[in-house]
């Protein structure tokens, strides 16, 4: 079989380049014209009371003493202050999910390209990482929208310095933070993926994770506090304990430090 030149190559990726855009453009018009609708019952859905969430914790509230922002009637209604607001945010947001929601295709059109460089070994490796990275971002949207949202979205929209100021919570504020929180619990559910692929590298152990976990559970508490400024325990913890989860879940990709050592001296 004949090998290709650097002009093959460059056709070969533009063919990529040109399916994924196509694809991308699809997924777009098709959630252009359906967010009407997803944002009616998905975007907005943590704004009311009936939220799978609140109703959750409605039903805790009798057997479990939990503060006044986590339980009880809610309701948000927000205000547009710009005349193009809501036609920008209409296709950015069609965009941006188009984009979330097409990436393991675009990512395998991809990988069409690149697999036949690759030797066996690695294409195993590559696919691994592939999967498993796509469920656990898909988790961490999950816990974003689900969780980490819809309870900064409770405190924060009830929070007032003063009686005397009002809260008018703006469509460009509350997409930001929502875009926001939600993308970065996606980011930060990599680090498992992460953990793996530094650690096959040799530079991070496990004996790394057991010496610094005390550190690591410091650190959490403050991270689940600044993402969620409730200030009070129950949603404090009931955001550091994904996030301490995906501590030991990354402790547990990475290699040990005895194996390490044994094939230290093996080599």
């Known amino acids: ?36 609708h997803i944002f009616d019952d998905i975007i907005l859905a ?11 914790l409605d039903s805790l509230s009798g057997a479990l003493p939990l503060p006044e922002s986590a339980s009880g009637n809610f309701e948000v209604e927000l205000i547009n202050i710009r005349l193009a607001s809501q036609f920008f945010i209409h296709v950015s947001t069609s965009l941006w999910l188009a984009l ?9 059109m991809l990988w069409g390209f690149v697999a036949p460089g690759l030797y066996e070994e690695e294409k195993r ?15 961490g949207v999950a816990v974003g929208y689900f ?3 819809p309870l900064t979205l409770r405190f924060l929209a009830g929070y007032q310095l003063s009686a005397m100021i009002p809260n008018q919570i703006s469509l460009d504020s509350y997409m930001d933070n929502f875009l926001m929180l939600i993308l970065v619990m996606g980011i930060v559910f990599e ?20 010496r610094y976990r005390r550190h690591a559970v410091v650190a959490l508490l403050i991270a689940a506090a600044v993402i969620t400024p409730t200030g009070d325990p129950f949603t404090l913890m009931v955001v550091f304990l994904p996030l301490y989860l995906l501590w030991e879940l990354s402790a547990f990709t990475v290699p040990e430090a005895k194996e390490d050592e044994e094939f230290a001296r093996q080599t």
Do not use: Q
């Open 1 to 36: 079989m004949n090998e290709m030149g650097f002009w093959d190559h460059a056709e070969a990726l533009r063919g990529v380049l040109l399916r994924v855009a196509g694809l991308l453009a699809v997924l777009s018009c098709v959630l252009f014209a359906a967010m009407p």
């Open 100 to 108: 979330v929601l097409g990436f393991p295709l675009c990512v395998y």
């Open 191 to 210: 680090l498992p993926l992460v953990a793996w692929l530094i650690g096959k590298t040799g530079l991070l152990t496990r004996a790394l994770f057991n």
């Open 125 to 139: 490796g590559v696919r691994w990482a592939f999967l498993a990275g796509n469920l656990m971002f898909y988790l």
């Open 46 to 56: 943590p704004c009311h009371s009936d939220f799978i969430l609140y109703r959750w």
């Open 147 to 149: 969780l980490v949202f």
